[in-house]
């Protein structure tokens, strides 16, 4: 059992974590993930660490809430325990030689692409921040997004607060004024990535995007989390949880892979109406 050391409303839908786990805060790196249940009977699902303290033994996750698992993972409170917290899994975003980073972070996505923004920023590259959000209600990591950034750039899609657009906007603007970047990456929902890419690719700059498919045992033997790539012309099969979740972003089919992202919704969005009936209708 592993016990919640804090918890934080970041906005209406999403949730931050503190989870005493030693073993993985001691070996967590920026990229990574762990696998989780709530309770014995639960389901598994991936979410990624969204920074670690081995001092105090603890790591953060940030879920937006959108299913059956993390409606239930939005009733524990600071103090309460979850069943169980595997990792570190997956392989760490690479950082070696890169000196100017342009890190894309799209709504939850952000939770992703904080701690690796960070991790630049320790390292001495100079970071270009850009984080997108459908409104101001909905922003998140402003102030830490800030304390790792040599440039932050917000942006919402109603214009509601900082700059009015998408992130591929600012992007497209710096490139197309001859700004350099050793490295551009995204990580958010896959149509957002799909266009940073496309918007980078005229550029030539190398792009990584972060995946996040299906994922059940997060050790390659399931092979849920499969996703294709295409290299010199032929079609890969590659798994996001142990060959991943970072990837070359030009090398990715992102129309296979939100076609079968789309293939589970209608059967979440059951379980969690049965989920949030079961607190509504408790005494």
């Known amino acids: 059992m592993y016990r919640i050391a804090s918890r934080k409303v970041l906005n209406p839908s999403m949730i931050q974590l503190e989870i005493e786990a030693p073993l993985?805060?001691?070996?967590?790196?920026?990229?990574?993930?762990?696998?989780?249940?709530?309770?014995?009977?639960?389901?598994?699902?991936?979410?990624?660490?969204?920074?670690?303290?081995?001092?105090?033994?603890?790591?953060?996750?940030?879920?937006?809430?959108?299913?059956?698992?993390?409606?239930?993972?939005?009733?524990?409170?600071?103090?309460?325990?979850?069943?169980?917290?595997?990792?570190?899994?997956?392989?760490?975003?690479?950082?070696?030689?890169?000196?100017?980073?342009?890190?894309?972070?799209?709504?939850?996505?952000c939770a992703i692409a904080m701690p690796v923004a960070e991790e630049f920023h320790r390292l001495g590259a100079k970071v270009t921040s850009i984080i997108g959000f459908r409104?101001?209600?909905?922003?998140?990591?402003?102030?830490?997004?800030?304390?790792?950034?040599?440039?932050?750039?917000?942006?919402?899609?109603?214009?509601?607060?900082?700059?009015?657009?998408?992130?591929?906007?600012?992007?497209?603007?710096?490139?197309?004024?001859?700004?350099?970047?050793?490295?551009?990456?995204?990580?958010?929902?896959?149509?957002?990535?799909?266009?940073v890419v496309a918007a980078a690719k005229p550029f030539g700059v190398p792009v990584t995007v972060s995946m996040n498919p299906i994922m059940i045992d997060g050790t390659g033997m399931c092979g849920g989390c499969r996703i294709t790539l295409i290299q010199d012309g032929k079609r890969v099969t590659r798994f996001a949880c142990v060959d991943g979740p970072d990837f070359n972003g030009y090398e990715i089919d992102f129309d296979e892979a939100m076609s079968r992202g789309r293939m589970y919704a209608e059967y979440e969005r059951h379980a969690y109406e049965e989920t949030c009936s079961l607190f509504r209708d408790a005494p």
């Open 24 to 109: 993985v805060a001691r070996k967590a790196r920026p990229g990574q993930f762990i696998i989780l249940r709530v309770d014995e009977e639960g389901e598994r699902i991936p979410l990624t660490i969204a920074g670690a303290d081995p001092d105090r033994g603890t790591v953060k996750i940030i879920f937006q809430v959108v299913g059956a698992t993390t409606e239930l993972l939005k009733h524990k409170m600071e103090g309460d325990f979850i069943q169980d917290f595997a990792g570190p899994l997956g392989v760490a975003t690479r950082t070696e030689g890169i000196r100017s980073v342009c890190v894309v972070g799209g709504g939850a996505g």
């Open 135 to 195: 409104n101001q209600d909905l922003v998140i990591l402003e102030e830490e997004f800030r304390a790792c950034s040599d440039r932050l750039i917000v942006m919402t899609d109603d214009g509601s607060y900082g700059r009015h657009g998408n992130v591929t906007l600012p992007l497209k603007e710096m490139l197309e004024a001859g700004e350099h970047f050793d490295l551009v990456i995204t990580i958010g929902p896959l149509i957002m990535m799909k266009f």
